[in-house]
């Protein structure tokens, strides 16, 4: 069976890394490797990561380059066949996630995907489904998030992990970059993995135009040419519509 290591980032979130290491905690198989890369925070967040250091494999809290650069620190302190990013705030979906994935990573593939628990602002919940095959026209809207996907430590070492030139899409790009330029071995879990909190840097508005941007720019250099320029049309007539 493979091994696991599940990456916590964070950065002045202690009530959100609470929740994350309350959630990791349940998990009824610890056969998990956790490692938590804290960016330096003053808001007790240093402490309380001390206070659970028996039960993480690794941590570090110093100042770091962002969001990408902690992921990356991160994947690199574990060792694991596979890493899961679970970061403050976020957590699994359910307290046999990890008993459920466990068995079904293996060599053959590069990354195992699943479905996600979202968390909204309104305090609802609701499930996230991602379909059984990812072709290009799909990928072009959207990719699984970091926290449903387990990727193996091969994958992430042959394409040097997340570009860090990019602050918010990062982990598309990294998905998409390896789908269209690797031959990306996929396999859907049949169950819900992670869940994940919507009110995030990512999910906020005023960050939504820098995503949008970067996304187009993911595209643009890794989508194949003939469907980016047609999704690209495709999109600009939907904004001029109103749709």
């Not at 899409?169 to 169950?191: E, I, M, T, V």
Request: aromatic share 12%; net charge neutral; hydrophobic share 40%.
């Amino acid at each position: 069976m493979s091994s696991l290591a599940i990456i916590t980032i964070c950065r002045d979130d202690r009530a959100g890394l609470e929740r994350t290491f309350a959630s990791l905690h349940a998990q009824s198989d610890q056969r998990f490797m956790h490692v938590v890369v804290d960016g330096g925070s003053t808001d007790g967040s240093g402490e309380l990561i001390q206070s659970h250091a028996h039960r993480i494999a690794r941590w570090v809290s110093e100042p770091d380059g962002g969001i990408y650069a902690a992921m990356n620190k991160g994947w690199r302190m574990a060792e694991a066949d596979f890493i899961l990013f679970i970061n403050s705030g976020d957590g699994l979906a359910d307290a046999d996630a990890v008993a459920r994935c466990l068995p079904l990573l293996d060599e053959g593939i590069d990354i195992a995907y699943g479905d996600l628990l979202l968390d909204e602002a309104d305090g609802s919940r609701r499930v996230k489904a991602y379909p059984d095959r990812i072709d290009t026209l799909w990928l072009l809207r959207e990719s699984p998030p970091h926290p449903s996907q387990c990727m193996s430590r091969a994958l992430l070492e042959r394409w040097g992990g997340f570009e860090e030139r990019y602050r918010i899409a990062a982990d598309y790009a990294f998905f998409a970059r390896a789908f269209w330029r690797g031959g990306l071995r996929l396999r859907k879990l049949p169950f819900t993995v992670g869940r994940f909190d919507t009110t995030g840097l990512s999910s906020s508005e005023e960050h939504r135009a820098r995503l949008l941007a970067e996304r187009k720019d993911i595209q643009r250099r890794y989508a194949p040419w003939p469907w980016y320029m047609a999704y690209q049309g495709w999109a600009a007539f939907n904004r001029t519509i109103g749709r």
